[in-house]
């Protein structure tokens, strides 16, 4: 965070200097210089906002360092195909979501650092997405009510959306990898979530859930 934070001033101190050589040629009608000094600054400039705006999804995001302990997840059974799913985020205050369904899917989003961003030595980054509602049955999840529900805010200076809509000019993020897990809802289950470097992973941790789990598909 603070190595791309210095790196984003460096930067934006050289687009300023480019900024005040581009008046300076412009006043004294030095069309060529002024050219240069432009393109400078806007390439600086350029980088300086792109390293604050890794500098600030490295922040929202979480580090993702080893396999590493999301959350848990406990449901209670309302009526057929509607749970109550209590959410309990690791650092975070427990939500409920009504979700309807026989499975429940949790949806995260992951930054994977490739040249030349890795030289700075930066750990992937995630940030849960989305917790919703599914069907077992294709049919019943074309046609019966979808239930979806957000898990994070949104980010004011997003790596992970601007690289996705402008890769080119974000070639140190790797932001095309979503992972997802999903298993069956039961009342009473809990299961246990984790983010690994091969994407979220889901465990029963009770009676009830490895209960689902074992009659899943039957």
Known sequence: MNLLLTISAVFSVIALYFVFSLLR???????????????G???SGCAGA???????????YERLVDEQL??????????????VARVMIEGGKDQMFRLFGDEWQMDARVIIWKSPATLLGLDPIYQLDRISGRYSEIEEEKSR?????????????DAWQFA?????????VDAHYGTATYLP??????YEVKMTRTGLIARPVNDAALDAVGNWGK
């Open 185 to 190: 809802m039961a009342h009473g289950a809990i």
């Open 50 to 60: 792109a390293s604050i705006m890794l500098a600030f999804s490295y922040y929202g």
């Open 41 to 43: 600054g806007v390439v």
């Open 70 to 83: 999301v959350g848990s997840i406990k449901f209670s059974e309302s009526g057929p195909d509607d749970f």
């Open 145 to 157: 009510a979808r239930t979806v529900y957000a898990l994070s805010e949104p980010v004011t200076l």
């Open 164 to 172: 996705r809509k402008y890769p080119k000019l974000m070639p140190g």
């Open 25 to 39: 040629h412009a006043r004294r009608r030095r069309p060529i210089r002024a050219t240069r000094s432009l393109a």
